[in-house]
């Protein structure tokens, strides 16, 4: 199965930017399609991005398009979550996810998921 292990959270200030880091072991994840999907509290699981196999397949939720950028390094075995202009209402926890199939914005599609990571941004 392997598994994904997050990094890179933490406060910010509006404004500001992050980077986040997803990166898998106990199997290679060059196969997989990567998303990001994140949760504030007292709100629904949404879908932020997602990258293709090979990079080239990108799609982003319009609230984060033109802010967020994801990315991938298959010889390192991680995708990335470039945060840049974060807004407090980006404030959430974030999930990144391996899918075994093309790149799909339903979390229904994906098979492993990482930690969580906090991300507060602060007005």
């Known amino acids: 199965q392997g598994q994904l292990v997050q990094s890179g959270g933490g406060v910010v200030q509006a404004g500001g930017s992050l980077r986040l880091s997803c990166a898998g072991s106990g199997r290679t994840f060059s196969t997989y399609s990567m998303g990001w999907f994140r949760q504030a509290p007292g709100k629904e699981q949404e879908f932020v991005a997602a990258i293709g196999r090979s990079g080239w397949i990108t799609y982003y939720a319009d609230s984060v398009k033109g802010r967020f950028t994801i990315s991938r390094d298959n010889a390192k075995n991680t995708n990335y979550l470039q945060m840049d202009s974060l807004k407090p209402e980006d404030t959430a926890a974030y999930y990144c996810?391996?899918?075994?199939?093309?790149?799909?914005?339903?979390?229904?599609?994906?098979?492993?998921w990482g930690q969580g990571t906090q991300v507060t941004i602060s007005s």
């Open positions: 996810a391996a899918a075994n199939r093309g790149a799909t914005m339903s979390s229904n599609g994906y098979d492993v």
